[in-house]
C-alpha cells in the first residue's frame, strides 16, 4: 500500500528556514507527480508546490515564490520542500501528496488531482 510520510516540521523564527521531506513507500516514486499543500487553523488546505515526474517541471504557489524550493531524489524515494525567509503566515500544517497523473499546471494545485496523502508535519513560524 502507499505510504507517505512527512518529516521536518517544527517551530522557527520569522526569517528563519525549514527543510521538509516526504518518504513514500508502496510505489514506483519516479512514476508519480509530488506535491506540497499546507492546511492553516480555520482554512482551506492549499496549494505550496509541486514537482513533475521527471523533474524537469516545478510548480509554486504565488505566496511562496522565491522562498521555498521542491526537489525530488529518486534513488531515496523522497521529496523534500526547502522553506527559506519564513513568514508567520507560512504557519500551517504541511502535507505531501502523490498522484500517478503527469499534472499539468493548471491541475497540479488542486487538492482532488492526488490520490495519496501524509499524515502532515506542523511548522509554526513565530513573529
Known amino acids: 500500500q502507499v505510504q507517505l510520510v512527512e518529516s521536518g516540521g517544527g517551530l522557527v523564527q520569522a526569517g528563519g528556514s525549514l527543510r521538509l521531506s516526504c518518504a513514500a513507500s508502496g510505489l514506483t516514486f519516479s512514476r508519480y507527480t509530488m506535491g506540497w499543500f499546507r492546511q492553516a487553523p480555520g482554512k482551506e488546505r492549499e496549494f505550496v508546490a509541486g514537482?513533475?515526474?521527471?523533474?524537469?517541471?516545478?510548480y509554486y504557489a504565488d505566496s511562496v515564490k522565491g522562498r521555498f524550493s521542491i526537489s525530488r531524489d529518486i534513488a531515496e524515494n523522497t521529496v523534500n520542500l526547502q522553506m527559506n525567509s519564513l513568514k508567520p503566515e507560512d504557519t500551517a500544517v504541511y502535507y505531501c501528496a502523490a498522484d500517478e497523473d503527469q499534472l499539468s499546471s493548471g491541475i497540479v494545485a488542486r487538492t482532488a488531482s492526488y490520490d495519496y496523502w501524509g499524515q502532515g508535519t506542523q511548522v509554526t513560524v513565530s513573529s
Open positions: 514537482i513533475s515526474k521527471s523533474v524537469s517541471r516545478t
